[in-house]
């Protein structure tokens, strides 16, 4: 599934092309996607001018002059195509303008687009609960603290709870775990200040970096662009099981199942 940084670097690479344009065609090519397209949708995009691009979580969001804003999720396989040199039967939504023409592709289905008031964003129910942003000033040691205090869960599921921060995966747990020397199975209530204070530049720097790097390169996943990202190749433990473990302290990386998913760690320098 595209993750937070693969969500994000497609953002950015629509707003190149997007940004600022007024949007002159909208179809709705195949509308079997995990949720019909919204109704008035077409009426309310044809004619908009964009006025800025933006992400909440693993959703992007398109927001145009008319206080309306289009959110779509990529679902397993979504991605956008830009200019495609032919139709493509994945291909759900059309959007064009002047200069440019958009694709949203989703082989698989599971991805959705929703229209909502620019004004209610924040109530939209996908959002209402969600915790802060990673990459944002509220995620703190003090925000960790208090959504964890007194919670026996493991700090990986807690981790990958929307309600604690918004947007975290897999991938990225595993990784910012690892970074920070925490033991995946520890109970919330158990990983102190100390670690805490580890792990909020770790979940950052594990982002950042895959949004430097483009995303992963994980099964489906392009950039509209249509490269892939390679921060794939710079895990330190996901996917990594059996190996030595990087930090070269006699460890080897296990992976254990959290939740129905895989976790990958070091027992060694994860406490």
């Not at 629509?14 to 007024?22: E, P, S």
């Not at 102190?192 to 390169?217: F, K, M, N």
Request: net charge positive; glycine share 10%; hydrophobic share 40%.
């Amino acid at each position: 599934m595209p993750e937070l940084p693969e969500v994000e670097t497609t953002v950015r690479g629509l707003a190149r092309f997007l940004d600022g344009q007024r949007i002159e065609r909208v179809v709705l090519a195949r509308p079997d996607m995990r949720f019909p397209f919204p109704t008035g949708l077409v009426q309310a995009l044809t004619g908009a001018r964009v006025s800025g691009l933006g992400r909440r979580a693993k959703y992007g969001l398109v927001h145009t002059d008319r206080d309306t804003t289009m959110i779509f999720h990529l679902g397993m396989s979504g991605r956008w195509r830009i200019d495609p040199e032919s139709a493509d039967r994945h291909d759900h939504l059309l959007i064009e303008t002047a200069a440019n023409r958009f694709a949203l592709n989703d082989p698989r289905r599971f991805g959705y687009v929703a229209l909502v008031d620019t004004p209610l964003l924040d109530a939209w129910p996908a959002f209402a609960a969600m915790g802060p942003e990673p990459l944002g000033e509220a995620l703190s040691v003090d925000h960790l603290r208090r959504a964890i205090r007194g919670r026996r869960q493991a700090i990986k599921l807690l981790l990958l709870d929307q309600h604690v921060v918004a947007g975290l995966g897999n991938i990225y747990v595993c990784e910012a775990l690892f970074r920070a020397r925490i033991h995946p199975r520890k109970h919330g209530d158990k990983v102190y200040r100390p670690a805490l204070a580890r792990l909020v530049p770790a979940i950052r720097e594990v982002l950042l970096q895959s949004i430097e790097d483009g995303g992963s390169t994980l099964r489906d996943y392009a950039r509209p662009d249509g490269e892939l990202g390679y921060f794939a190749t710079r895990f330190q433990v996901y996917g990594r099981e059996g190996q030595a473990c990087l930090r070269d302290d006699g460890g080897t990386v296990r992976r254990i199942v959290q939740g129905g998913r895989s976790t990958w760690f070091c027992p060694v320098c994860q406490k």
